[in-house]
């Protein structure tokens, strides 16, 4: 990786179908760099110059915000510190995991902005905000950011983060924190494992969360592994950096994309990835089971009452002169 060549290579990602592998992977990959005792047989090894080594890694960022996926379980390792970020919390007393509560991710919020109110975490902390408080974006008021930097009294600033963080929406919790506790915690060599971030963000505030995780990392020379289904996180990642993960019974494959993936188009990147899936399912089954029965184009429009998009139309004409090219073939005699 080299921070200084575009497009940035400090994020890579993880694709693929659901039941791919993808949150199996980087659970693993989490146990190779932190648990020494972890069977490599198991977990697989981390190369580098072709060695195996546990010590490419100074420390270990896992951020979930699923309700439903475990946290990969790993042993207290002073060597490796670890850190999650998302719901759940690792439980002292069990090897399972508890839900956090609002309070205290509301807690979480208000510590962690007070541990980066130093030095140069403090100015990477404020130019991630401006980052993610784009235009239309909705997070932050505009003075907010300056009267809160200008707030002397840690007791106040504490009850103003609280606060802020009661306000805002699923979305702008999850991305607030988030982009708060990587600030916090990513030095240098910091390993960064992030887990399908689309679940809670609409897709500018992805893009704009992408950007500050890729800017972060790369000032801290640490590496990111995303696994997503997103293209909007393809559309920010170069091809190079991207891994499609496809499962045939019980082997795993993998492999890169035939396309350049830095600023795709979605809808290219969504056929790259899933294929023949993307037109099996939605309105592609809707549109190609009216060709089968035989309606022209208008007759198809009619059906929706004039409610289709500027692609469905497209694809409708396709498979309509698909089909009727077809009937011409079948039908001609030489």
């Known amino acids: 990786m080299r921070p200084?060549?575009?497009?940035?290579?400090?994020?890579?990602?993880?694709?693929?179908?659901?039941?791919?592998?993808?949150?199996?992977?980087?659970?693993?990959?989490?146990r190779a760099v932190a648990d020494p005792e972890a069977d490599p047989g198991e977990v697989g090894r981390i190369l580098e110059d072709g060695r195996g080594t546990r010590r490419s890694f100074a420390n270990l960022v896992s951020v979930s915000f699923s309700a439903f996926d475990d946290l990969p379980q790993l042993p207290p390792d002073e060597r490796i510190p670890t850190t999650y970020v998302g719901l759940r919390a690792?439980?002292?007393?069990?090897?399972?995991?508890?839900?956090?509560?609002?309070?205290?991710?509301?807690?979480?919020?208000?510590?962690?902005?007070e541990a980066c109110l130093t030095g140069e975490q403090r100015e990477r902390w404020i130019a991630a905000l401006r980052t993610l408080s784009y235009s239309g974006s909705g997070l932050l008021e505009d003075d907010w950011l300056t009267a809160f930097s200008a707030t002397r009294s840690a007791s106040r600033r504490r009850a103003a983060a609280r606060k802020l963080f009661a306000s805002l929406s699923s979305g702008h919790k999850v991305v607030l924190l988030t982009v708060t506790r990587l600030v916090e915690h990513v030095g240098e060599r910091t390993l960064v494992i992030i887990d399908e971030p689309e679940t809670h963000l609409h897709p500018p505030l992805l893009a704009a969360f992408i950007r500050v995780l890729s800017g972060l990392i790369a000032d801290r020379n640490g590496l990111a592994i995303v696994a997503?289904?997103?293209?909007?996180?393809?559309?920010?990642?170069?091809?190079?950096?991207?891994?499609?993960?496809?499962?045939?019974?019980?082997?795993?494959?993998?492999?890169?994309p035939t396309i350049e993936t830095f600023g795709e188009n979605v809808g290219i990147l969504t056929h790259e990835v899933f294929g023949l899936e993307v037109t099996d399912t939605g309105f592609h089954r809707d549109l190609s089971f009216l060709v089968d029965e035989g309606?022209?184009?208008?007759?198809?429009?009619?059906?929706?009452?004039?409610?289709?998009?500027?692609?469905?139309?497209?694809?409708a004409r396709s498979l309509i002169a698909a089909r009727d090219d077809g009937e011409l073939q079948e039908g001609s005699t030489w």
């Open 228 to 256: 997503t289904h997103s293209p909007v996180v393809l559309q920010e990642v170069p091809a190079h950096c991207v891994w499609k993960l496809r499962r045939y019974g019980d082997r795993l494959a993998a492999e890169r």
């Open 90 to 113: 690792p439980s002292p007393s069990s090897r399972g995991h508890r839900m956090k509560s609002p309070a205290q991710l509301k807690r979480d919020f208000a510590d962690s902005i």
């Open 295 to 315: 309606l022209s184009y208008q007759d198809i429009v009619d059906r929706f009452r004039g409610r289709l998009g500027g692609e469905a139309r497209i694809i």
């Open 4 to 30: 200084d060549v575009l497009p940035p290579s400090s994020i890579h990602v993880l694709t693929g179908r659901n039941g791919a592998g993808k949150s199996v992977l980087i659970n693993r990959l989490a």
